[in-house]
């Protein structure tokens, strides 16, 4: 981290490309926290964010599960998720504003789509991927097909879905910015494109910092649940 910091500062002393240094970003930052603006556009982004990625992981899951689970719902739903996780959420923000309005509809929708479709390849693959001896055991000692499921191809999956959902998280963050393209009156992303009308260096990376600080603090819970619900798994 102090490697890092001490590079930014000797490439804006050279004034490389005209990079703001550490300094004045830190007082950057405290200004925009002493007018309280960027506490509400981390709150607005922060909201964003965890609505349209728990909501996405929330679908995801259980449509990756029947996906993997069952033949019939693989061959219903996977042409779909295939073709839509071709095309990049943001090609789809003008199609939402058509449909959605302007309002937060389609900021959560398109960030909705983007944890969707990481989260549900992930926990298909994890499915399918789990061991046919494990499932067979469980069955030969007489275990029905729910118990299978809940005690064998859940546990044996979660690590995936982890992967997935933590996957999903950073595509969420990559999506806010574009989306709070859509009248967006707060948010780190509006801030960042506000200050890029008007060369505002230091509150652009003020913006930067936010985003991959919280993206950061989040993914770390992420690890810390999966800890929890993996630790039988082997590590190396």
Known sequence: MSAGIGLWWLVSVLGVLGLPGP?????????????????????????RVLTGFLLGSAVAIPVGFLMGWYPVCRALFEPYVQFFRTIPPLALIPLAIVILG??????????????????????FQGVIGVEKTLINAARVLGAPSFVVFARVVI??????????????????????????????????????????????????FVGVISIGILGLLMDRILLFIESKLTGWQERR
């Open 155 to 204: 546990p044996a999956s979660s690590p995936f879905i982890l992967v997935g959902m933590r996957i999903g998280l950073g595509a969420s963050w990559a999506t806010v910015v574009a989306a709070e393209l859509i009248a967006a009156q707060q948010g780190l992303g509006f801030r960042m494109q506000q200050a890029q009308i008007f060369y505002d260096l230091p509150t652009i």
């Open 23 to 47: 300094v004045e970003v830190v007082q950057r930052g405290a200004e925009l926290i002493a007018d309280g603006i960027l506490g509400g556009d981390v709150a607005a982004s922060l909201s």
């Open 102 to 123: 302007i309002e937060e509809t389609p900021k959560i929708f398109v960030i909705f789509m983007a944890s969707f479709l990481s989260c549900v390849i992930a926990t």
